[in-house]
Every structure is written in C-alpha cells, then in structure tokens.
C-alpha cells in the first residue's frame, strides 16, 4: 500500500482541483444566465427594444 501513497495523493488532489473548477464553471455559467435574464425583462419593461427609435434631443 505505502508505494501506492503519491499515487492516491495525487488523485485525491486531481479530484478535489477537477471538482472545484467545475463548480466554478457552473456556478459562472448560472450567473450568466441570470444577467440574460434580467437584461431581458429590463427590455420588456422598456416597452420597445433598444435601438427602434431614434432618441429625442430637443
């Protein structure tokens, strides 16, 4: 067992660096798509998309 010790350490450590970096992803990925979401209502309450009428500068 003790010539097998780095080995398992070394997966241990893969492990938890691979299952980390995945929480992040999806943990960044869920925020994106909350922006899109909330980007999208703000334009719905907007009442027209941005850019179909021209700006009045009277």
């Not at 997966?11 to 999806?26: E, R």
């Not at 922006?35 to 009428?53: F, L």
Request: net charge negative; proline share 0%; no cysteine.
């Amino acid at each position: 067992m003790r010539e097998y010790a780095g080995l398992i350490e070394i997966i241990f450590v893969a492990v938890i660096a691979f299952g980390f970096g995945g929480w992040q992803l999806w943990s960044v990925n869920r925020e994106i798509k909350r922006d899109r979401e909330e980007k999208a209502r703000s334009d719905r309450v907007a009442g027209h998309a941005i850019g179909e009428h021209e700006l009045d500068d009277r």
